[in-house]
């Protein structure tokens, strides 16, 4: 159904959401990167909570996966537009103590 309604403009980006989030749910974290990194390159809104909401689950996704570089840098970057955006502050500091 989700992939059905990304087909419709008014319903796409969030339809695709959805779609990473069900990928990340199975533990299908490749899948759910590249649904979520397409959501981003079409959302043309950076800094809204759709844009925060596609880059958080970006960065779940590559944590999961066990990529905390690329996870930390998404969440760093949420960050700088909201320190106060979910729990991202909680995971910068997990991951700056993983990575240093």
Known sequence: MFQEAQKDPRHKISAMDK?????????????SIDVFTQAIETYKIQDDNIAK?????LACSYEEQG?????????????QLDFAFKDVH?????LRNVND
């Open 53 to 57: 909401e596609l880059r958080y689950n």
């Open 19 to 31: 779609i990473g989030l069900c990928f990340f749910m199975k533990g299908w974290f490749t899948d």
């Open 90 to 94: 909680q995971r910068v500091d997990k």
């Open 67 to 79: 990529d905390t570089e690329k996870a930390l840098e998404i969440y760093r970057k949420i960050a």
